[in-house]
């Protein structure tokens, strides 16, 4: 059987032709309609010149429209590349000639912003507008098509032949230099990573996703395609404040919510109605390590919530999940690997670590994948031959070398120890930022907090906190938060400064943006005895 992304969809509409299958603004599609319009798009996609393994972009909020417009391409052989909708014009340029984009599907409202760069863009010949609205744009060598004037006439058109082994996606990663870099994704990778999901948290055709993130994560891109895998429902959202999700985890009925570590500290100050706990099942976490006092709110908030903490990367997806009766155990834990990958903690020499020892994570496996786009130097930096590697088979098997140090305990349980470009270097010792964060939040004075080092001409780096206040607070009693450092942290890991914000800058994806805080930092104590 392939694995084959548009099938997801196609198999659920023979299977459960009438279940909801997307559901956006009180609008929705069952199976049966999904099926009908994203094949009716492929055969769209490809009278307006679309070839198989060729590139199209979507550049909109979550909605009907950009689902359909991924399954279609796929179907039409394409490959879709679902750029994120807070990007600004400069940004998306980058992304549509890094990979060559021929197809873009926006909407009439975003083309105002990006007229200017459209035509720098020498690959694209076409883009589609949502709208069912002409519209008069004249950028030489583009087309404008509206969405809903798409129609496929008479003429049969062949669908290409698709494998699972060929390019489904390119998903763009902000990094931690340089531009974003593309990360190939095969189908094989995508569905992989959907029945893994699905097979550890339960999802069955009754299921109700909350989609809260965007399509261009591969977190976000997941809470679409493991409910069409099975059979349920992915209600599409962006939110603008964090009430709001609560609000339609009530309304939409909804059995499963996943978010990043700023959403659920923001969520974890806030009241729950009992309501959610009647349909609310599981929630999860990946994006960064949930700080143990925002899950503590977080489960007496919603009774009875089995919570997964996870551990992913975009270029391997999903490596890792605790199960929920595994949390009060091991709280500090990561957990093992997802199903049908293996994670393994690798020394700087390629050898494995023994328990307890710190090393860098690299996964192995179906989810591993393709590189990165038109980079053959960072691929070969990140794509290696795996440790394991036996010496008799002459193809090598790639793995991803994550750049996360981790350990791994007697029972096979894993531990994050930070990343190897965020560790601290201090006083000629190594910190890691997530111990030191862990305190703070546990203090309760801060909403959210970033700890970074700044150059330091004594201790190499100094430690320094960015924070916003909590919820219930109007400012930050920093003297406080700092002897709560001093009495349960060495005194090497004390932070010398903490920088109050009304709120931190984020990446794409809702994570703090550790990079610009940084730049920012650096310059505001350059010149201070901090």
Same mark, same amino acid.
């Given at each position: ?6 099938? @997801?969809?196609?198999k659920?509409a023979?299977?459960v032709?009438?279940n909801q299958a ?8 069952s199976?049966?309609?999904?099926a009908? #319009? ?6 769209t996609f490809?009278q307006? +010149?679309? =070839? ?12 009907l429209?950009?689902?359909i ?5 796929n ?8 750029v994120?909708? *807070? ?15 021929q197809?873009? *599907? ?6 105002t ?5 459209l /035509? ?5 010949h076409t883009v ?6 002409p519209?008069?744009k004249?950028?030489?060598?583009? #087309?404008?098509?509206?969405w809903?004037?798409?129609?496929a006439?008479? %003429?049969?058109i062949k $669908?290409?032949?698709?494998i ?8 763009? &990663?902000?990094g931690?230099? +340089?531009?974003?870099?593309?990360v190939? $994704?095969?189908?094989?990778?995508i ?8 097979e ?5 055709p009754?299921?109700?996703i ?5 399509f261009?994560?591969?977190?976000? @891109?997941? #809470?679409?395609?493991s409910p069409?895998?099975?059979?349920a ?7 603008l ?16 919510l996943?978010a !990043?570590p700023?959403?659920?500290v923001?969520?974890?100050q ?13 929630? &999860?976490?990946?994006? +960064? ?5 925002t899950?503590?709110a977080?489960r007496e908030a *919603? ?9 992913g @990367? ?9 199960p929920?009766?595994?949390i ?7 957990g ?6 293996e994670?393994? !903690?690798?020394?700087e ?9 710190? +090393?860098?994570? !690299? ?9 990165y ?20 088979i002459?193809?090598p098997?790639?793995?991803v070398?994550?750049?996360? &140090? ?6 096979g349980f ?13 006083s000629?010792?190594r910190?890691s930022p &997530?111990e030191v964060?862990? !305190? ?9 907090a970033?700890v ?7 201790l190499?780096q /100094?430690?320094?906190v960015?924070?916003t ?5 109007? %400012?930050i009693?920093?003297?406080?938060i @700092?002897?709560?450092? =001093?009495? #349960?942290?060495?005194n090497f ?9 009304t ?6 994806n809702?994570?703090?943006?550790r990079k610009?805080?940084?730049?920012e ?10």
């Open positions: 059987m392939s694995n084959l992304v548009h099938e @997801l969809a196609l659920s023979q299977a032709p009438d997307i559901s956006n603004r009180k609008v929705s599609l199976y049966r309609q999904l009908e #319009q994203m094949t009716e798009q492929a055969h490809i307006f +010149g679309l =070839r198989p393994q060729q590139r199209l972009a979507i550049y909109l909020p979550k909605q429209e950009s689902a417009s991924m399954l279609a391409a179907l039409a052989g394409g490959v879709f590349v679902p994120n909708p *807070v990007l600004k014009a400069e940004q998306v340029q980058h992304i549509l000639n890094d990979c060559n984009v197809i873009l *599907v926006t909407s009439k409202n975003r083309i912003a990006l007229e200017q760069v /035509a720098n863009c020498p690959d694209l589609v507008i949502v709208e069912d609205q519209i008069e004249n950028i030489p060598g583009i #087309q404008f098509r509206p809903k004037n798409c129609k006439n008479d %003429t049969p $669908l290409p032949t698709v699972d082994s060929d390019m489904a996606a390119i998903l763009y &990663t902000s931690s230099t +340089g531009k974003p870099k593309g190939v $994704l095969s189908h094989n990778n569905v992989s990573g959907a029945k893994s999901v699905a550890y948290l339960k999802m069955d009754s299921d109700r909350l989609a809260v993130l965007p261009s994560f591969d977190y976000g @891109l997941n #809470q679409l395609m069409l895998l099975r059979g429902c992915s209600v599409l959202m962006d939110y404040l964090a009430r709001d999700v609560i609000k339609a985890v009530v309304r939409e009925k909804i059995t499963g996943g !990043v700023p959403l659920w923001q969520l974890g806030l009241e729950w109605p009992d309501e959610a706990s009647k349909s609310l099942r599981y929630m &999860t976490n990946s994006g +960064g390590k949930m700080p143990k006092s899950l503590n977080l *919603v009774p009875g919530i089995q919570f997964y903490l996870m551990y @990367l975009t270029e391997a997806f999903r490596s890792t999940y605790l929920p009766e595994l009060d155990e091991r709280p500090d834990s990561m093992k690997a997802i199903p049908n990958a994670i393994l !903690v690798v020394r020499d390629g050898s494995l670590c023994a328990a307890n020892e710190p +090393g860098e994570l !690299v996964h192995r496996g179906c989810l591993v994948a393709m590189g786009w038109n980079d053959p130097q960072k691929t070969k930096e990140r794509f290696k031959p795996s440790p394991t590697q036996i010496k008799e002459p193809i098997e790639i793995a070398w994550s750049g996360d &140090t981790v350990s791994r305990d007697e029972d894993l531990y994050f120890v930070g990343r190897k470009d965020d560790m601290i270097k201090t000629g010792y910190v &997530t964060e862990e !305190v703070i939040y546990a203090s309760g004075l801060v909403g959210e970033a970074l080092g700044i150059p330091h001409p004594a190499g /100094a430690i320094v960015a924070a206040a909590a919820a219930k607070e109007k %400012t009693d920093t003297d406080n @700092l002897n709560i450092c =001093r009495q #349960q942290l060495a890991m004390v932070p010398a400064a903490i920088k109050i914000y709120e931190l800058p984020k990446n794409p809702g994570k703090i943006n610009e805080l940084t730049h930092l650096n310059d505001m104590f350059e010149n201070l005895d901090i």
